[in-house]
């Protein structure tokens, strides 16, 4: 059963950092796409980052370009996303989700972390 582990998420001020985990686990992700989303209240959930484990391919919505970075440990089956210069508009719950293919559409997704809660202060 293929489960979803995220982490990291808090409260820090604008301008500050943060470092979102999701641990995967449940079978091999070697083909995967893995991205992160958010969710802010009252607001659809949002495509944020995605990274494919083969070979690494990194992509990014325009509105946290520069800003965050998406990685992968192989060997602990890991995902970090990096958030740098936070905002106070990037508040909402963080999820981290996967699916098989090269898509990194949240429709496409096939399964999903329990989220985890950032939250930037002005």
């Known amino acids: 059963q293929v489960q979803l582990v995220e982490s990291g998420g808090g409260l820090v001020q604008a301008g500050g950092s943060l470092r979102l985990s999701c641990v995967a686990s449940?079978?091999?992700?070697?083909?995967?796409?893995m991205g992160w989303f958010r969710q802010a209240p009252g607001k659809e959930r949002e495509f944020v980052a995605a990274?494919?484990?083969?070979?690494?391919?990194?992509y990014y919505a325009d509105s946290v370009k520069g800003r965050f970075t998406i990685s992968r440990d192989n060997a602990k089956t890991t995902v970090y996303l990096q958030m740098n210069s936070l905002k106070p508009e990037d508040t909402a719950i963080y999820y981290c989700?996967?699916?098989?293919?090269?898509?990194?559409?949240?429709?496409?997704?096939?399964?999903w972390g329990k989220g985890t809660h950032v939250t930037v202060s002005s």
């Open positions: 989700a996967t699916n098989t293919g090269s898509s990194y559409r949240p429709e496409r997704m096939d399964f």
């Open positions: 449940g079978r091999t992700f070697s083909s995967d796409t």
């Open positions: 990274i494919r484990w083969s070979g690494g391919s990194t």
